[in-house]
């Protein structure tokens, strides 16, 4: 808008001077005034779509670009602090057995690469022949690995074994236990069942050494 005005200023000065070569000096001045207020509101209406003219069309700015969400990183086993070992009623551990160990990559089947995972495959069941609240996985006494998510594969041939319909759905399988925080060398680990409260388990007498390499 301010380049407008400029433009018409300089167009008044120039017709007022060619105009004043003909015409007397009063007249001039009244007429200058005129068209100049004329070419005032001529700019000022294209400008800004008074008295019925179309305003300027604002340019609206570009949308940002999108946040790309975050990708979730991979889901890990969670260590769980030490729980209280209690025995189970009347003194009887649950029954359990741990059938492989899988990802090994020693000839025994129970040697592991550093930082690797191991999986554990097997069943366990209460004392009263019915499946558990959930197990967990505890290696070297002390460290206790929720595999409650992975309880419950059918496992008919146990049930069949003991003559318990009950104990169908009490085996479990590929339960992940990282390998990452344990030093070389042998290692426990035992199935124990949790109790109903899960705040403690029963030690099950299901165990078996691996070696982290």
Same mark, same amino acid.
């Given at each position: ?8 200023? +300089? ?12 015409? =007397?000096?009063?007249?001039? $001045? ?32 570009? #949308? ?9 990183? #991979?889901?890990? =086993? ?56 959930? +197990? ?19 496992? #008919? ?7 318990? =319909? ?24 035992? +199935?124990?069942?949790?109790? =109903?409260?899960?705040?403690? $388990? ?12």
């Amino acid at each position: 808008m301010v380049l407008a005005l400029i433009g018409a200023t +300089i167009a008044f000065f120039l017709v007022r001077f060619f105009v004043s070569l003909v015409v =007397p000096r009063a007249m001039l $001045y009244n007429a200058g005034g005129a068209v100049a207020a004329v070419l005032f509101l001529l700019v000022f209406w294209s400008k800004t779509g008074l008295f019925g003219g179309q305003p300027p069309v604002a340019v609206a700015p570009a #949308p940002a670009a999108p946040i790309a969400a975050p990708i979730a990183a #991979p889901a890990k =086993p969670v260590a769980y602090a030490p729980l209280v070992r209690l025995s189970s009623a009347p003194g009887k551990p649950p029954q359990a057995a741990i059938d492989a160990l899988t990802h090994a990559v020693g000839p025994a089947g129970n040697v592991f690469a550093a930082g690797s995972t191991v999986y554990v495959n097997g069943w366990a069941g209460g004392a009263d022949k019915k499946p558990l609240s959930g +197990i967990v996985i505890v290696v070297d006494h002390h460290l206790a690995y929720d595999a409650t998510a992975q309880y419950g594969v059918l496992r #008919p041939d146990v049930a069949k074994a003991f003559n318990a =319909p009950a104990m169908t759905a009490i085996g479990f399988n590929g339960v992940p236990l990282p390998t990452a925080g344990l030093v070389r060398g042998p290692h426990l680990l035992e +199935i124990a069942g949790l109790t =109903p409260d899960k705040k403690h $388990y029963w030690l099950s007498p299901a165990k078996v050494t691996f070696i982290v390499q």
